[in-house]
């Protein structure tokens, strides 16, 4: 594959154009339009969003409560000045060494990844793919045939996990015919669909029917659906949003929740605690909890290891057992290293998923650093 191609500006409005109508009318793409913001704030803020990529919508604007600065709904959503500090990559898990044909990753054996659109319904200031959101990117899969040709051709593809760009930004009649034609391949035997818009955008769920049918046909014909779910904070987990997850797994679709650990939204052990609890009450138990990468414009998102580390384990002691079932890991060029715990001197890590499968489950430690956040700040000893 070709290097991707990236500009420092935001994929044009017109990108918006198949958004599902709901979704599109509730869209909020300039800072100056949230009344919550102070002119002077939005006005300072627009030097980031025309460098990273802006977009909310007015349900999840009104989550925040603009009264409190820290509001960890505002963090996730608003962007920062913070993020123009120099540093990071665009791909800091070289996602580009796995590309195999547009818009399709092949790291693990089983498992393929599809960047199934190259836009959100709003998005995250610490997203680690906000390259898809700059001007003249080529990585998001456009007419899927090389998709469907690469993936029908590699039968020990088991899952297909389509990503963000947010799949449930398409709509339905433009996604249930790709996820359709995978689950039609018989060595696919799960769908997964990545996304946040049970979060950001609920009714995008609630008010399709036909989406629903979609998943309902799937599992009905043997290939089983899961809903990626991505909820950072408990707040998010508003009735509606709990409603969409219902309609999921009524229509027979699993659900699970994964997340960044993010600094200003979600790094608290009570509220991670709430979280997991939560999720897993709703039969979306936590699947991971991911260290932010070293992206871009991330670094005031950032949580050093060891810290996150303390967080995790606080947060996971005061759950049931149910809701212990979380990792806490690394999305590694190399693989998922899984944090297993912290001594005096050393980092525990293991290899949960790795490219090189001689990797796979190896158990090793890294002298402790207490200011690293990456696997690639730290020194193996064995
Ligand atoms: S939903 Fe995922 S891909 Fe989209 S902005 Fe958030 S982190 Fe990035």
Redesign the pocket.
């Known amino acids: 594959m070709a290097p991707f191609r990236y500009h420092q500006e935001q994929q044009p409005d017109m990108a918006m154009a198949g958004l599902p109508k709901s979704l599109a009318a509730s869209q909020v793409r300039h800072l100056a339009e949230i009344a919550g913001l102070p002119e002077d704030e939005a006005a300072q803020l627009d030097a980031v969003a025309r460098r990273y990529a802006f977009r909310a919508n007015d349900y999840y604007l009104d989550l925040i409560d603009w009264d409190d600065p820290d509001d960890p709904i505002r963090r996730l959503i608003i962007p920062d000045l913070a993020e123009l500090a120099e540093g990071g990559q665009l791909d800091a898990s070289d996602e580009a060494a796995n590309t195999v044909v547009r818009g399709v990753q092949h790291k693990y054996r089983d498992t393929a990844l599809v960047l199934t659109a190259g836009t ?5 200031r ?5 390259r ?2 700059m001007r003249h990117n080529e990585e998001a899969a456009r007419d899927f045939e090389p998709a469907f040709d690469y993936i029908g051709r590699h039968r020990e593809i088991t899952d297909v996990l389509l ?4 799949p449930l930004v398409l709509r339905t009649r433009r996604l249930g015919p790709v996820m359709k034609r995978f689950a039609a391949m018989p060595h696919v035997r799960t769908l997964r669909v ?3 818009v049970p979060a ?1 955008y609920p009714f995008r769920i609630l008010d399709d029917p036909a989406l629903l049918d979609l998943i309902a046909g799937i599992v009905e014909r043997g290939t089983a659906v899961y809903l990626m779910a ?1 909820f950072d904070h408990p707040r998010e987990l508003t009735p509606a949003a709990r409603a969409g997850i219902l309609a999921v797994q009524q229509a027979g679709g699993h659900v699970v929740n994964q997340c ?1 650990l993010i600094r200003g939204v979600n790094d608290d052990a009570d509220v991670l605690a709430e979280l997991f609890q939560t999720v897993t009450e709703l039969g979306a138990p936590q699947y991971y909890l991911f260290q932010g990468r070293p992206t871009a414009g991330n670094r005031a998102y950032e949580v050093p290891l060891v810290e996150g580390w303390r967080l995790f384990d606080t947060a996971r002691r005061r759950c049931s057992g149910l809701a212990r079932r979380v990792r806490y890991s690394m999305s590694h060029a190399t693989g998922k290293i899984e944090i297993l715990g912290i001594d005096a001197k050393r980092i525990w890590l293991r290899y949960h998923r790795a490219k090189d499968p001689a990797l796979e489950s190896r158990v090793f430690a890294c002298r402790r650093d207490d200011e690293a956040a990456w696997f690639d700040d730290l020194r193996v000893v064995h």
């Open positions: 959100c319904a709003a998005y995250c610490y997203c680690f793919r906000k898809l959101f990503t963000g760009g947010d990545g996304s946040k950001f991505h960044p």
